[in-house]
């Protein structure tokens, strides 16, 4: 009985130097308050800064074009299932989105002095007239950019004519062009040289990423402006 009063006096100084200690880690500055509660709650995993996303330039570019050029993008159709898609200067062209594609070859022709767009449209290369393409083609003027992106089928109304007015634009790999291909493509009336903007993916059931049709193609870049275009 003697010591109950001892006792009590020492539970008090402990009580109050544990308050001390507590009010003294949790209000002692600046920043180690509630931001010390929260710490509490925060499980590692979640106290890691999350990276910075990578800054996308015009059409998705990883990085910006130099001065007097157009920033381009172009996607092939995936199958016959997910249309193809032509982006100049930040500017859908040619998408599923506003229902301007189709089956074939989707073309859009661009002024290459101001990269504005002078015509987009899409070609039906399987049931198609390919008279409606040749006289699409053949009249463009010097200095005009020509965009393609193929859709399911790219080919079986192609002829002779048809491929050299393309090779004219540039393709090295139009005489190739078979059923179901795909293909990207960038010319221009009339350059010199064939134009470094191409790619082509053969119908090979060996290597078809779809059952029947090959993987779908993209292709990015910055083209110089023309010159002259008329």
Same mark, same amino acid.
């Given at each position: 009985?003697?010591?109950?009063?001892?006792?009590?006096?020492?539970?008090?100084?402990?009580?109050?130097?544990?308050?001390?200690?507590?009010?003294?880690?949790?209000?002692?500055?600046?920043?180690?308050?509630?931001?010390?509660?929260?710490?509490?709650?925060?499980?590692?995993?979640?106290?890691?800064?999350?990276?910075?996303?990578?800054?996308?330039?015009?059409?998705?570019?990883?990085?910006?074009?130099?001065?007097?050029?157009?920033?381009?993008?172009?996607?092939?159709?995936?199958?016959?299932?997910? $249309?193809? @898609?032509?982006?100049? !200067?930040?500017?859908?062209?040619? %998408?599923? /989105?506003?229902?301007?594609?189709?089956?074939?070859? &989707?073309?859009?022709?661009?002024?290459?002095?101001?990269?504005?767009?002078?015509?987009?449209?899409?070609?039906?290369?399987?049931?198609?007239?390919?008279?409606?393409?040749?006289?699409?083609?053949?009249?463009?003027?010097?200095?005009?950019?020509?965009?393609?992106?193929?859709?399911?089928?790219?080919?079986?109304?192609?002829?002779?004519?048809?491929?050299?007015?393309?090779?004219?634009? $540039?393709? @090295?790999?139009?005489? !190739?062009?078979?059923?179901?291909? %795909?293909? /990207?493509?960038?010319?221009?009336?009339?350059?010199? &040289?064939?134009?470094?903007?191409?790619?082509?993916?053969?119908?090979?059931?060996?290597?078809?990423?779809?059952?029947?049709?090959?993987?779908?193609?993209?292709?990015?870049?910055?083209?110089?402006?023309?010159?002259?275009?008329?």
């Amino acid at each position: 009985m003697r010591l109950a009063g001892p006792l009590r006096i020492v539970a008090l100084v402990v009580t109050v130097a544990l308050t001390w200690i507590i009010v003294s880690i949790f209000l002692g500055g600046p920043g180690t308050g509630f931001s010390r509660i929260q710490q509490l709650f925060i499980s590692p995993e979640n106290s890691v800064t999350a990276e910075p996303r990578a800054r996308k330039y015009k059409c998705g570019l990883p990085q910006p074009c130099p001065e007097e050029h157009l920033a381009f993008r172009v996607v092939s159709g995936a199958a016959n299932v997910i $249309g193809p @898609k032509i982006c100049l !200067e930040d500017k859908m062209l040619m %998408s599923s /989105v506003k229902d301007n594609v189709g089956r074939g070859l &989707n073309i859009a022709l661009v002024n290459g002095v101001s990269g504005e767009l002078i015509e987009a449209r899409a070609f039906d290369m399987w049931a198609g007239d390919v008279n409606d393409l040749l006289k699409f083609i053949r009249p463009l003027h010097e200095g005009t950019l020509v965009f393609v992106a193929s859709y399911d089928d790219p080919a079986t109304k192609m002829n002779e004519e048809t491929r050299k007015l393309f090779s004219d634009l $540039g393709s @090295k790999n139009v005489k !190739e062009l078979a059923f179901r291909d %795909s293909w /990207v493509f960038v010319g221009a009336k009339g350059v010199q &040289n064939k134009s470094p903007f191409e790619q082509h993916m053969k119908n090979s059931r060996h290597t078809n990423k779809y059952e029947g049709w090959p993987e779908a193609l993209e292709m990015e870049g910055c083209i110089p402006r023309r010159s002259t275009a008329s």
